[in-house]
């Protein structure tokens, strides 16, 4: 027996997991699901599953690309955020859905684009994922050839670069190499969460003022 998706409830802070389904599946699922959507996706070899994030979720994800946003264009770095875009390659069957994420250095590609494949495009240059109640697969960035990703949880922030054939933890971002970046998103995260987003936005605005 079929259920349609509308009658399947996913609770803030719950995942739903699909076994068995195909690509076409998973782009007619898609299709129903929306643009407009407070679910998010990850597909991997027939396995889908659709997560609907906590509302703190979405305020550390909001927090963390203020800051992204705010020190590119204090370096004068030209890009492009994409929030949480579907990202999907035929051929590799993965597709996932990113927080948030930013195209630097291949800005240029993506400028006037409403959706990509990354079988012809680009991956995004910088991922960012908010793990508060679910962990983020990581195979499926890996195999997308997304080169850096990071990932902010309980238990705080971690930058993952690709290194040949698997992601290792750096204390340094390639796209900030000067900037102690794993500092900075956990104390104004911290302090958004204790003080509110636009103290934490201040403080940061103060750092780089005094410090680039």
């Known amino acids: 027996m079929q259920v349609a998706l509308e009658k399947i409830i996913v609770k803030p802070g719950q995942q739903l997991l699909l076994q068995d389904i195909s690509w076409q599946d998973l782009e007619e699922i898609l299709e129903d699901l929306g643009e407009q959507r407070s679910s998010r996706i990850s597909y991997s070899n027939g396995v889908l599953e659709i997560m609907v994030p906590l509302p703190e979720h979405e305020k550390d994800k909001e927090i963390i690309g203020d800051i992204v946003k705010i020190l590119l264009e204090k370096l004068e770095i030209d890009f492009e955020s994409l929030g949480s875009t579907t990202f999907k ?31 012809r495009d680009p991956s995004p240059d910088l991922a960012i994922e908010i793990d508060i109640t679910n962990r983020t697969q990581l195979d499926n960035y890996l195999l997308l050839r997304v080169p850096e990703l990071w990932r902010y949880t309980r238990k705080g922030f971690q930058i993952n670069l690709i290194e040949g054939e698997r992601y290792i933890q750096s204390q340094t971002s390639p796209n900030f190499p000067d900037i102690p ?32």
């Open 89 to 119: 390659n035929e051929q590799m069957t993965q597709a996932v859905e990113p927080d948030i994420c930013f195209y630097i250095q291949n800005y240029q590609a993506v400028i006037g684009k409403n959706k990509l494949d990354l079988s």
């Open 181 to 212: 970046i794993v500092e900075l998103i956990e104390v104004h995260v911290k302090q958004a969460q204790t003080e509110g987003r636009s103290k934490a936005i201040r403080s940061l605005r103060k750092w780089i003022k005094e410090n680039l």
